[in-house]
Structures are given as C-alpha cells and as structure tokens.
C-alpha cells in the first residue's frame, strides 16, 4: 500500500539526510553533486529526508530537483511527495462561521477573521505579501485557541498543532490531503514536570499501526520500509548515511539486509592531532560501530588513512570526492596569467571563526609591503557568532596591516566563473575542513592556491609546488614567503596555474564516477553471502 | 418520513425507549416508514436497537449518519485478529477476559479493551507514550470498525475526539477546552459535509442542524420528541409537516391533582413556553388529555398509547400455558419513584399464606445505592430464598420470563400508563397495582382483570394476591380477561389512532 509510487523500479542507492534547505550545508551540496552524477550514468539514486518540511518541494524546484528523486519520511507516510502545487489562499479557507470579516494586519503579514459580533474565530498568517495561506490559528466559540494548522506550500494542511487548556502545544497530528490523521507526536511532561517530545504513533491510511518513543525510531521504521519497498533479490539497496547521528543507531539494526555505508563529511577528530585528539562527537559513535556498517566512505585519502590507523576497521573505507568538477569547465578555455588581475586573490566561504581569515589577511599584509598591488576579495555570508567576530577580526586585521583599501567583503554571490576567471590566488587558512568544494573549484579556474597544511581536502586538493602551495599550519611568514615567490615569478606562475586546471582533471565526473563503481561493485560482492543469512529470502 | 426523536438508545433502556421502539416498528410494519432518531455518540447503538426488535434500516443516528455509517453489516472483530495490530513487532498479553496489554519488547505501549459482554472483540485502544501518559484512543463499533479517536490533554482529561468516516476521514471534531475555569466541550465542528464545514458551540446545535437536514431531504415529513430534553430543539426545527411532544410520563409531579399542580421544569417549553411550536401534545391517557386540556384550553392534546401488543404476542401469550409457577413479576425501573420496597414487604405478607410464592424483579436498578437498601429491605425480612434480581431483559427476551408468571405487582408513585402491565397482559399475567394516575384505571378493571388497591396499601395488595395464588379458578378466569384487555391496545387499533392524527396533520 505505502510506497506504491515506487514499485516497478527495484534496488535503489538512498542517500539519507534530514533536510533539504534553501541554504545549504557542504552535506546537502555534496548529495545534489552526488544525485547528478548517478542521473549521468542511469543509476537509480533517491535523496531520503527525515524532518517535516511544509515548504521542501518549494526548495526542489528551485534547485532544479526532480521531486520524485526526493523521500521525504512525512511526504511518504501522508501520501504527498506528487502532489501538484495549488497554493491555499486566504479566500479559500472555511471555518465553519456564517458571514465572517476579515482584517489585515499589514505588520504582522496576517488576517484577522472575526464573526459578526466581532469574535476572533482564526488569525491566517500569509506568505509575505502574497494571498498565500502559511498557518492559521484557530479559536473557538469561548476564545480558545485550540489549534494552529500548518500549510504545506503546494496547497495543504500538513500539520495540526493542537493545544492544551494552559495554552501549549500539546498533540501534533499530520494528515493527508483528505484530512486522514498519519503521523502523530505527543508533548507531555516527564515526572519532573519538564515537557518533551514524549512518543509518535503511525496510524498510516489501512496499514499497521506503531508506536515510537522518538523521531529515529520512526525514522528507522520508515527506512527499513523503504528497504522493503525497494527489495530485490539479485541486488542490495545502498544506504549511504550523510548525517550520521540520525540513522546510525537504526542502521546497524535493520531488519533485512542492505548495504550500509557511512559518509564522513567532515573530520574524525582535531586536524592537528588526528591520532589522539577526543573525536568529534557527532562521530563518536560511528567510529565505535564501523564493522556494523558495511564500509565508510571519505572524501580524501588522507582521511581513510588517518582512520584506518587509529580505529582499524575491518570494513573498507572508500575515499570518494564530494566534488565534482563538470565537464562545462574542463573543457573551458583556460585563462593564462598574464590576462589575469595581478596580486588579486580571492575567497570563497562563510566568514566564520574557524576559517580563520585574519590569518590570510596577516600574511597578505607581509606581502603587501613588497607587492603594493596584492588585494584580498572575501565573498561569502559572515557569520554571526559572537556577534560577527570572525568579520570584526578580519576588518581589524586589514586595518592593522594597512589594507583597509584592498581587503573586501564581497558578500555572497553565484557568479563564481567571472570573479575566479579574473583573479589570480586563492587562499585558506581554515582550523579544519572535510573537503572544502571551493579550493577544488578555484583549481578548475586555474587559481593559483595557497592553504594551510590542514586535513582533511585543502593539503590533498592542493598538489603543493604542483597547483599551488601548501604550508606549514599556523605559519603566516611561510605562507607570505611562498605568495611572494609566485609573484616574483612570472614563468612559476603560469606553471602552477596550468597545474591547477591539470590537477582538477582528478575530480572529472567520470573519475568520481569509477571511484562510486567501485563500491556498488562491492556492495553487489558482498549481496550473496548476505542473502543467504536471511532464510526467507533464500527460498524464494 | 416519520421520525421519532430521543437522545439515544442504551444497553438498559426504560419505557420511554421501548415505546419510541415499537411505535418505529409499528408504524413500519403498516407500511408508513418511520426512523428512531438518536442524538449521542454511540458504538453500541447497533447491538441496543436490534434488542428493541429494530433492524438498522429502522434507526438513524446523528453521528452515524455524517460517518456515513447508518447501514454497516456487523461484522465481530477480534482483537487479536485486527490487521492494524504488528504482530511482528509487538505481544499481546491477555492479563484478563477485559483486557490485552500491546508490549514492545516487554514494555506495555497500550491496552486493549475487549468490548463488554463479548469474548475478544476489540473495543478500544489506549496507546501511551513513554512516560506513561495515555495519548490517544481507539474506539471500535459493535459493528466490527474504528469509529472514533480519541485525543487527551497533559492530565489525562479528554482531549480532541475526531469521528471517522470509513475511509478514516475525520468527518466531526469536539474539542475540549475551557468555559470558564472548566474543561468542557467547547467545539462541534462538521467537517466538509456537502462541501462546507459547520462550527457548533454544543451538541444540540449541531442536532438541531441534523434534524434540518432531515426536513429538506424528506419535505412533508412528521417529527415527534420524545424526550423533554429535546422538546426546545424540536421547536426549532424548521420545514417539519407535523411536529409532536409526546409525553410518556406525568407532567407534574403533585399526580393528586394534575390540573392544578406544579409543572415538571421540563415539561415548560411544550405546555407554556413554546406550545405555538408543536402541532399537538400526546400522552398515553385520555384521563391525562382530559386534564392538561382543561389546564391549558387553547392548546391541542391527544392520547394515543405509548405501546401495543402485536398479533403474535396476543397468539404467543393465548398459547401459553396457564399452569403456572407461583411466579410475582415486578417490571420496570428499581428507582424510588416506582417503590419496589413496597412489592418486597407484599411478598413478605404473601409468604404468610403461599410458602413458595417467588418475587422476580426485571429491571436495572437507578443507583447502587438503591440496589444496596433492597438487598438489606431482602435480608432483613429473611426473604432471600424468595426474591430474584434478575438481568436486565431487553422486550425481545422479556416474554419468556412473562409466559409462566401468575401475577405482576406494579407500586409506582405514577405511571404516565404502564406499558409493562400490558404487555405481561398479552401473555396473560394477572396485574395488581396501586391505583394511581395514570393508567391504572384503563388498564384494570378490578376484579374482572387483575386488581387495584389503594396506594400503598401493602396489606390489601397482599390480599389480592394470595387470593390469585390460591385461587386457581379465579386466576384463570382474570388471566383471560387479562389477554382480552391486552388485545384491546392491538397493532391495528393503536396504528389507527396515529393514523388519524398524520392525516390531519
């Protein structure tokens, strides 16, 4: 009954996640990289979302996603990941009251409906400026408010937030579109009174009811259902875990057979002190469980080496780039130079502490006193931790080195080809990193970089005295030492600009693709002896 | 249409539900279509009609009709066999015949109730969340289908109830939230009926709308209240052909004098606040008719009985055998309005002249309580291997108990008739009451067909009993006037008399 959308195609490679957002994480970035690839090369992927999310096939459409690649768990259970846009407006809503008025609240971007005789039967919260239904709040004949229903943004009530007599959210139910109530969280205090998410049932339309203590029980329900959608004898479904604390628990508790992958997008422990440092906690657990898993994947070499040699698994670690640089821009006419700005290095990331942009600025200020014409470009969103101390920093920096004049914040901006196509060096001086997509691409422009040696992705994407440099952590002189010798050095240049568009080559699609062939390989490999663990699936 | 309004129809009805019943099925069986038309939420109203003799077809619910529920073929579910219910994930533990503990893993996530009276079928199920807290319920219809569900609130009150129609629709919401400093319904909502939702702020507002809905789809239909509860609604209803408020019990409770005493509150809104809104008032007698005509002259009154005894009863009742056990039937109510202490201290003086004289009572008792002090009246008078409290008899199951009793004692303060003495008539039970307002007068003619006694008079009752007892020509000659009487409030006579009103109706 549930998932029948989905019979007919069999096995299926999952990448598992909890949410698609409009501003995304190098994790949701690497799965859309990852989801176009498998498209390229007719192999069936399905990008699987846990949380609710009323406006995520807004999302899909404008990142150009087919939605049907795209599970999420509460479009599953409520019957909606097809559901064509239909947008609920405010004149289409009925409350059950006779000749209400309506008034807007322009501050609020809401109306507020009355009955004649001036009670509030709903407040209806709408989409900025626009006649489009976001939530309604409701009250009955004796002032209540009693409910506020969400509304997904094709057309919908998707969620019904019920509340208690003292005003708190107390049942959430969602529904289908004819209203049939699936999916069910409760709020209620625990005996020391603190209220918490304290249970979820599934009462799917003719299916099985259960019952769950949290949203990663029912989470792991729904995959193992997804595994059984998807079951086919001759080949096992891979589930590639991109965020780990959300499934890893039910994963290595799956009912049936699988291939089971976890995907580490960021680092196992300190970059510095890979070997000794306390993990990184949203890692601990999988690294305590990896031959639970079927294998690991990372984005560099570095990293499986780092992780073979303190943890020891016995499960393989493939090392699989989370980049991947298009053909469009392999095949772009490469820029010597010569036509490029001078002294112009930029910056693609979020101005946040740990990308440490004083310490470029720093270095960039040694060299300045020798090449008056170097100027630091900055695009990306700042941070605002602490409030915009990662920013302050930077503009201090500049200052204190007299660069006020060349170092820019650029803020965010998509035309990455015209900016990178006229610089002339990138830089990063990060704590740490997993991989870091943009090093990868200003290399696929012919950049010439200079990054910290720090894990994992900057010291392998960069090939030092190859595409760039890569110096000594924490070594300012050393990194100002190293940009000056490039600018001294027209031929050294050119040289180190050709191997960056060389050396992006590693990252071509088809190469990322073979290093994917290799795992479905052995996950297919490893399908046999895993099938004849499980009796009712050998008889048939 | 004729439709016969009450507020439901329960597992122990009392005379005004059987009336309502077997004038349903009267009118049905002469062929002028009728329906029982109930008010409340009910899962067993399917199992408490058909104990009336009524078929589906012949009840109409409010609720079930906006589920669309109205006609469903029973079908028993076990819960063991609901195909909602993992039993690869979870165990059923059967702790006792009322209720299954639903485990994961050894820890209960629900209980199942089993629906009462009944060997594993599902009557509901209490889910929990982990801290122990119910969080929803299940409600099963004795048809065999979830009906309701159930929401409740931090402390265990209920919640939100959402009605469901097969497809698991939720078709009414109530909500439950504050009136004041009081948690109470506060909401019928009427989802999506016809294309619109409905907000009520009570019961009867939605009821009132339902009854309207009757009207527009059956123009020229007749409504009858049943209940003086629903009198001010059934006022209200609007494009009825006929509209009635028959009262099946006295209107004041001063029965010494009825032209002149204080009205029942209830009865109000029928004799003077609204009379303009009904056609007429029916009652049972022509002696209460007589009365509340005189009180209220400008306003119609007719008196129809509220019961019959149909052919077969009449044949089933000549048929029986009139060699009887020393059987006293006391039928009806124990609620001190009717005094079956009095019936217990007759038998006590009866015992004196006729040792194996036995006392059946049929009919649920009002209140424990009342239970508690006829047990004690019982012990005290050392009457206990005399006196039965039997179950409660549904009319479909009553006449085997009435076949081979001698005599039935009625000792209530007021009757609006005596439905109960009539139909133990038909099956030739010789009747003796208090003669008290109404119907004792109607009903026997004394010493020809049973007897009447001044009220409360314990000694004389007795009298006429043991007489009856140990008179066998005497009982044979009265239980055959007693048929003869029956016979005179026969299916065809009693649909006459409605049928003369409709028409002018």
């Not at chain 1, 799965?31 to 007719?42: A, G």
């Not at chain 1, 690649?69 to 407006?89: E, G, H, L, R, S």
């Not at chain 1, 000794?276 to 031959?291: T, W």
Request: hydrophobic residues 40%; aromatic residues 10%; contains cysteine.
């Amino acid at each position: 009954m549930l998932g029948i959308k989905f019979r007919g195609t069999y096995k299926m490679n999952f990448f598992v996640n909890a949410l698609m957002q409009k501003q995304k994480s190098g994790i949701e970035h690497a799965e859309l990289t990852r989801l176009r690839l498998f498209n390229q090369h007719d192999t069936p992927a399905r990008i699987v979302l846990r949380n609710y999310d009323p406006v995520l096939h807004q999302t899909l459409k404008d990142d150009g996603v087919d939605e049907a690649q795209v599970i999420n768990m509460f479009d599953y259970y409520q019957q909606t990941q097809a559901t064509p846009f239909n947008p609920t407006k405010v004149k289409d809503l009925d409350f059950g009251v006779l000749n209400t008025t309506t008034e807007f609240e322009a501050e609020h971007h809401r109306y507020l409906v009355y009955t004649p005789q001036h009670q509030l039967v709903a407040r209806v919260n709408v989409r900025d400026d626009t006649e489009e239904v976001t939530s309604t709040e409701l009250f009955d004949g004796f002032n209540n408010l009693y409910r506020v229903d969400f509304y997904d943004i094709r057309g919908f009530v998707t969620l019904q937030q019920w509340y208690s007599p003292d005003n708190k959210i107390e049942n959430e139910v969602w529904l289908t579109p004819a209203g049939v109530p699936v999916v069910h969280a409760f709020n209620r205090a625990d005996v020391n009174g603190d209220i918490s998410q304290s249970g979820w049932l599934l009462t799917p339309v003719n299916g099985q009811v259960f019952s769950f203590d949290t949203i990663d029980e029912l989470f792991g329900h729904f995959l193992n259902q997804l595994n059984d959608d998807f079951w086919d004898d001759k080949q096992p479904n891979v589930f590639i875990l991109d965020r780990s604390t959300i499934a890893d628990y039910t994963m290595i508790h799956f009912r049936k057979p699988a291939y089971r992958v976890l995907h580490f997008h960021n680092a196992q422990a300190s970059a510095q002190d890979p070997m000794h440092s306390i993990v990184n906690n949203n890692y601990e657990f999988d690294l305590s469980v990896m031959d639970q898993f079927d294998a690991s994947i990372t984005a560099t070499k570095r990293q499986a080496k780092d992780i073979e040699a303190r943890f020891h698994p016995r499960t393989p670690i493939f090392t699989i780039a989370v980049g991947v640089v298009p053909e469009r821009l392999l095949n772009a006419p490469r820029v010597p130079v010569s036509d490029r700005e001078f002294g112009k290095m930029v910056v693609f990331a979020r101005v946040a502490p740990e990308k440490q942009l004083d310490d470029l600025v720093r270095a960039l200020g040694i060299v300045h006193k020798d090449y008056p014409q170097v100027s630091l470009d900055i695009y990306g969103y700042a941070d605002s931790t602490n409030n915009y101390e990662a920013r302050r920093k930077v503009l201090e920096a500049a200052k204190e080195v007299g660069m006020e004049d060349q170092v820019q914040l650029k803020g965010y901006t998509t035309d990455i080809d015209t900016v990178e196509n006229k610089a002339m060096m990138y830089g990063l001086t990060s704590v740490m990193e997993g991989f870091n997509l943009a090093i990868m691409e200003a290399s696929a422009h012919g950049l010439i970089s200079f990054t910290y040696d720090v894990n994992y992705g900057p010291n392998e994407i960069v090939e030092d005295k190859v595409s760039g440099r890569v110096t000594p952590y924490k070594d300012i002189p050393a990194m100002a030492e190293a940009i000056k010798q490039v600018l001294a050095d027209k031929s050294l240049a050119q040289k180190y600009s050709d191997g960056a568009y060389d050396s992006s080559k590693r990252y071509a699609p088809d190469a990322v693709w073979r290093e994917w062939q290799a795992l479905l390989d052995e996950a297919q490999k490893r399908w046999p002896a895993k099938l004849a663990a499980l009796p009712t699936a050998a008889e048939k | 249409m004729n439709y016969f309004v009450s507020e439901s129809s329960y597992l122990f009805n009392s005379g005004t539900e059987h009336s309502q019943a077997k004038r349903t099925a009267l009118f049905n069986a002469m062929g002028n279509e009728a329906k029982f038309v109930t008010r409340n939420y009910s899962r067993f109203l399917n199992r408490d009609l058909t104990r009336e003799g009524l078929t589906q077809a012949e009840g109409l619910n409010m609720y079930d009709y906006f589920q669309g529920i109205t006609e469903v073929e029973r079908k028993e579910q076990p819960l063991r066999l609901l195909k909602q219910i993992p039993l690869d994930e979870y165990h059923l533990v059967s702790t006792n015949p009322n209720y299954t503990c639903m485990e994961h893993d050894g820890r209960p996530i629900a209980k199942i109730n089993v629906m009462p009276a009944t060997v594993g079928l599902i009557d509901n199920i209490n889910y929990r969340d982990r801290f122990g807290h119910d969080v929803m319920r299940e409600n099963f219809d004795w048809r065999g289908f979830k009906s309701s569900v159930d929401y409740f609130h931090q402390n265990g009150d209920l919640g939100t109830q959402l009605f469901l129609n097969r497809d698991g629709q939720p078709v009414i919401e109530i909500t439950h939230m504050n009136i004041g400093k009081k948690v109470q319904p506060t909401m019928w909502k009427l989802l999506n009926y016809k294309g619109h939702s409905y907000r009520f702020n009570n019961e009867n507002q939605m009821f009132l709308f339902f009854l309207n809905e009757l009207m527009s789809q059956n123009p020229g239909s007749t409504i009858i209240s049943d209940r003086r509860s629903l009198d001010p609604i059934i006022a209200d209803v609007q494009n009825a052909a006929a509209k009635f408020a028959y009262f099946h019990d006295t209107h004041t409770p001063d029965v010494q004098a009825p032209v002149h005493g204080k009205l029942y509150d209830a009865y109000k809104l029928a004799l003077e606040d609204r009379p303009e809104a009904f056609d007429a008032v029916i009652v049972p007698t022509e002696k209460q008719r007589a009365d509340l005509a005189q009180r209220y002259p400008e306003d119609h009154f007719i008196a129809i009985p509220d019961t019959y005894v149909s052919s077969e009863q009449l044949a089933a009742g000549r048929a029986a055998s009139s060699n009887r056990e020393h059987r006293i039937i006391f039928s009806g109510r124990l609620a001190p309005e009717k005094q079956p202490e009095h019936a217990i201290r007759v038998l006590k003086k009866v015992l004196d002249q006729v040792p194996d004289a036995q006392l059946e009572f049929r009919g649920y008792a009002s209140s424990d309580d009342e239970q508690k002090q006829l047990d004690e009246q019982v012990k005290t008078l050392a009457v206990e291997d005399h006196v039965t409290f039997g179950p409660y008899l549904a009319p479909t199951e009553l006449p085997d108990r009435l076949k081979d009793s001698a005599v039935i004692v009625q000792t209530s303060r007021e009757e609006g008739l005596g439905m109960n003495l009539i139909e133990a008539m038909a099956y030739g039970v010789v009747p003796v009451s208090f003669g008290i307002t109404y119907g004792t007068n109607d009903l026997i003619t004394d010493g020809v067909n049973g007897a009447i006694v001044a009220q409360n008079d314990d000694d004389a009752m007795a009298a006429k009993i043991i007489e009856l007892l140990t008179n066998s020509d005497l009982w044979h000659k009265e239980s055959k006037a007693a048929i003869a009487k029956a016979a005179t409030y026969d299916a065809k006579t009693v649909y006459n008399a409605w049928d003369g009103i409709l028409a002018k109706a």
